[in-house]
């Protein structure tokens, strides 16, 4: 029989590891940081910023009774804004969902005169340099670009486009996507970073004079993994 006060720290120590493990999903999703609270109507923080004219942003229900953003672009190019520092060495990963009525189809959306994307979400990083200009990855919803495909944005290299979806196939649809953000700096841009400062929605079609119609569920940052 092993001693009373062995046994005694044995079950303590048991206990202790049992309770850290059944916490351990708890202590993971607390982890996750909820950036855009569309869902919950508030828009607290997010920031218009305009570069032609004025898209249209508001607050509707979907099809299911849930709250989204819903955003109307008619030749016009302006987005939201959330200024927000988010430590990528503990929340690297961008989560968002996102529909759209129809993809906008410039007759090329590489070029300056098409580049309009019914969806975008994108973030900002610090610049190389302390008078750099900040450096951003855009994730849109293509019109004919491959889903997977990327460009450098055709007004600047501190931008660089990611197309996660594309077509018409899914419009109609809401669409779910993760992506590293570190990650896909250090693909698109060639070095590491452990801080965002701005995360952005935008849909836009002042280049092209079309039109745009897209929806965006809620926004946020979760630790790497499943």
Known sequence: MFPYCF???LMIVTGFLIALFSLAPDVAQAQEIVLGRFSAGDL???QPKS????????????GGGETVLEAVSKAT???????????????P???????????VNPPDELSKEGDDFAVRVYFLAPGAGWLSFPDSVVYVWASRQP???AWPNPYT???HMVAVDSGAAHAGQWRTHRRNMREDFRRYFGRDITEITHI??????????LSARGWYGDIRVAPAGP
């Open 7 to 9: 046994r005694k720290s």
């Open 44 to 46: 607290t923080g997010w």
């Open 51 to 62: 570069f032609e004219g004025e898209t249209r942003y508001r607050l509707v229900k979907d």
């Open 77 to 91: 190019a302006s987005g939201l804004v959330l200024e927000r520092k988010i430590d990528l060495t503990k929340t």
């Open 93 to 103: 990963v961008l989560i968002w969902r996102w529909r759209i009525e129809r993809p």
């Open 147 to 149: 889903a997977g495909s």
């Open 157 to 159: 290299k501190k931008a």
């Open 200 to 209: 952005a929605i935008m849909t836009d079609t002042d280049n092209s004079k």
